[in-house]
């Protein structure tokens, strides 16, 4: 079985870099997509995060986050092709259909900044140990609980990763088609879902349960066992975000 | 003195209209090995829930009676505190790990880290715990790439830091292959022996008939038996209640080899010991 785990120590330099900093770089690189509504800059900035996922050394993790989401994403292009409402200058046409630029560049632009969400925080969860975020997020004043299920979501993609590939193989194993064309795979694909969203409650029932009986709701003072990690200068590091996020507002307001 | 005592303990689960647990009442030597049995919808996963404090701390809904742990009732204290007298170990291995720890030997300080444990003793607590779980090879691994019967073993080992003074264990062997429920029960048989309480919902009955001192037989949330498991697996209307006994009382009910108390002999050697007494 695939080892349902996203994180692995790479020993590079983005895993010397602390948590709170990451978390930091994934909500500004978000922001500053959003800031501005350009291609350009969106294309710059997922560009960073690539390049940091590079450094990291866990690009190739990514890429089938980036794919499936994809093709969840070819349905805007389409339907914004077709139908956003400042649509004028047509682009491509196939048969009767006509696609438009104003809506193909919208859609383009709304994949730039999903795949940015994605490679930003996938620098974060991908180059950082689950325990030393959730460590950090309590250091900084998060609840334990608030934390844990910060950690969660993150953890959730590889994990239902890991279930629906073992519903996949059940159900192939009861004569489901699950490989071969788009369309079959397509045809296989929604059937799974229901139970891999069930079978995903339940376990969260379940870990919630295993939690509670290891005393996660306990009032007193938590310990730690690893010892305190230092980090790459992590108040220049999250001065050096701050700045950038201000002069992008700055920039922003100005130009 | 009993180390739990249970008083008419009833419980309704906030959706449902019927008693999952109908007036229970039980007690609990210290070091005992109390094996529940019982068909699917018995109530032994809830009874489970109850001994830990998850009910009614977790799962709200209707509850009476009392669960009393060292006399201290579960009711009244902090879920906590329950947990940090009667450990919980249940079925899925994978579910039992906490996702926020990459070794196994951080897993195991989860529970520590809760409680406020000083890092030396927390050292000492999970060096000890996983000798006694014989999984010390695997301390720098990752919980989630270990097979299913080790992820159960680090479950246990977890559990064990915490110092229970019970540990409860809800179906533990369900996912693993019989060498798997061969290590558990030995690994627990030997808690027991220490003088750790243990109360282990179970389908395997051979093995609980092995190592159980006491059987708690439940049948749609009421407590039918509970006594020695010769005394339970002898009882002549076990199959009413959805339960095959273990194969050596199957064996000795259709040689009609019962001993002198009325009861089957429960294991290989009492059956052999059985047959010998019947030839003489």
């Given at each position: 079985m695939e080892p349902i785990h996203s994180y692995t120590d790479k020993k590079s330099y983005i895993d010397q870099i602390d948590p709170i900093s990451k978390l930091l770089f994934a909500f500004v690189s978000i922001f500053i997509t959003y800031l501005f509504s350009s291609i350009p800059i969106t294309c710059f900035v997922l560009l960073i995060s690539i390049v940091l996922l590079m450094v990291g050394r866990v690009l190739r993790k990514i890429v089938p986050l980036l794919a499936i989401s994809f093709t969840l994403l070819l349905s805007i292009i389409i339907v914004q092709g077709l139908t956003?409402?400042?649509?004028?200058?047509?682009?491509?046409?196939l048969g009767t259909i006509v696609f438009y630029q104003e809506g193909l560049t919208f859609a383009l632009l709304i994949t730039l900044r999903v795949f940015n969400m994605l490679a930003a925080f996938g620098v974060l969860i991908l180059t950082t140990k689950p325990d030393d975020l959730m460590e950090s997020l309590m250091k900084q004043g998060m609840s334990p609980k608030i934390s844990y299920v910060f950690l969660s979501v993150f953890q959730l993609i590889p994990q239902m990763r890991a279930t629906l590939g073992k519903i996949t193989d059940a159900q192939r194993s009861r004569g489901?088609?699950?490989?071969?064309?788009l369309m079959i795979r397509i045809k296989a694909f929604f059937p799974l879902l229901g139970p891999a969203v069930l079978s995903s409650l339940n376990m969260t029932k379940e870990r919630a349960i295993a939690l509670e009986v290891r005393?996660?709701?306990?009032k007193g003072k938590k310990t730690f066992i690893s010892e305190e990690k230092s980090y790459f200068y992590p108040k220049f590091v999250r001065c050096g975000l701050i700045i950038l996020l201000i002069a992008a507002i700055v920039w922003r307001i100005v130009g | 003195m009993s180390k739990i005592r249970v008083e008419g303990l009833k419980y309704r689960y906030p959706?449902?209209?019927?008693?999952?647990?109908?007036?229970l009442s039980f007690e609990v030597e210290k070091g005992a090995f109390i094996g529940i049995v019982g068909e699917n919808t018995a109530g032994k996963s809830t009874l489970c829930y109850a001994l830990t404090g998850?009910?009614?701390?977790?799962f709200k809904g209707a509850y009476g009676g009392n669960v009393l742990i060292d006399n201290i009732d579960v009711k009244q204290s902090e879920i906590s505190d329950v947990t940090s007298k009667a450990g919980l170990v249940f079925d899925q291995p994978f579910s039992q790990?906490?996702?926020?720890?990459?070794?196994v030997y951080e897993e195991i300080a989860f529970g520590l880290e809760n409680s406020g444990v000083e890092r030396e003793e927390m050292r000492i607590r999970i060096d000890n715990s996983l000798r006694l779980m014989d999984i010390e090879h695997l301390q720098?691994?990752?919980?989630?790439?270990?097979?299913g019967g080790q992820m159960q073993r680090v479950a246990i080992a977890s559990v064990l830091a915490m110092k229970p003074d019970v540990i409860v264990l809800d179906e533990?062997?369900?996912?693993?292959d019989p060498q798997g429920s061969d290590e558990v029960f030995q690994v627990i048989a030997k808690l027991a022996e220490s003088g750790i309480t243990i109360i282990m919902a179970e389908h395997k009955l051979e093995k609980l008939a092995e190592y159980a001192s006491k059987i708690l037989l439940l049948h749609k949330g009421k407590q039918i038996a509970y006594g020695s498991p010769k005394e339970v697996f002898s009882r002549?209307?076990?199959?009413?209640?959805g339960i095959a006994p273990p194969v050596y009382v199957r064996i000795a009910k259709a040689l009609k080899l019962k001993n002198k108390a009325g009861f089957y002999p429960i294991t290989l050697d009492g059956l052999k010991q059985q047959w010998n007494v019947g030839d003489e």
């Open positions: 956003h409402p400042t649509n004028e200058m047509p682009l491509l046409t489901m088609e699950t490989e071969g064309s005393g996660f709701s306990s | 959706d449902m209209d019927s008693l999952v647990l109908d007036d998850l009910v009614p701390h977790f790990m906490t996702g926020s720890k990459t070794t720098n691994k990752n919980p989630y790439d270990l097979s533990p062997t369900s996912q693993l002549d209307d076990i199959l009413e209640y």
